[in-house]
């Protein structure tokens, strides 16, 4: 066997092992932060929250500040921004969960 066709016999076997291992290299290396990068995109997409997620955020920081109240455990009384609210539940309606895939 000569020289060429050692060096050709060790070139071939190597990117016939590693070009495999190092595509799988990459695709576990890179996975976290091309699903992240979707994440921030698909979250700026997205833009502003709607009134309706606003309003259901206002209405559990108000239930929220009133079940500690009735607990005392503020430290400052509660001030209500807008008196059309009336009186709190005892209990919110549950809020809608988004099923998200896991990988």
């Given at each position: 066997?000569?020289?060429?066709?050692?060096?050709?016999?060790?070139?071939?076997?190597?990117?016939?092992?590693?070009v495999p291992?190092?595509?799988?290299?990459?695709?576990?290396?890179?996975?976290?932060?091309?699903?992240?990068?979707?994440?921030?995109?698909?979250?700026?997409?997205?833009?502003?929250?709607?009134?309706?997620?606003?309003?259901?955020?206002?209405?559990?920081?108000?239930?929220?500040?009133?079940?500690?109240?009735?607990?005392?455990?503020?430290?400052?009384?509660?001030?209500?921004?807008?008196?059309?609210?009336?009186?709190?539940?005892?209990?919110?309606?549950?809020?809608?969960?988004?099923?998200?895939?896991?990988?």
């Amino acid at each position: 066997m000569e020289l060429t066709e050692a060096v050709m016999v060790i070139m071939v076997t190597g990117m016939t092992v590693g070009v495999p291992l190092l595509g799988l290299t990459l695709r576990f290396a890179l996975k976290p932060v091309v699903e992240t990068w979707l994440r921030v995109r698909e979250v700026q997409a997205r833009g502003q929250v709607s009134a309706v997620e606003l309003e259901g955020l206002r209405a559990r920081v108000a239930h929220l500040e009133h079940m500690l109240d009735r607990h005392g455990m503020l430290e400052h009384p509660v001030t209500r921004a807008s008196p059309e609210l009336g009186e709190l539940p005892e209990r919110l309606a549950p809020v809608a969960r988004v099923d998200r895939e896991r990988v």
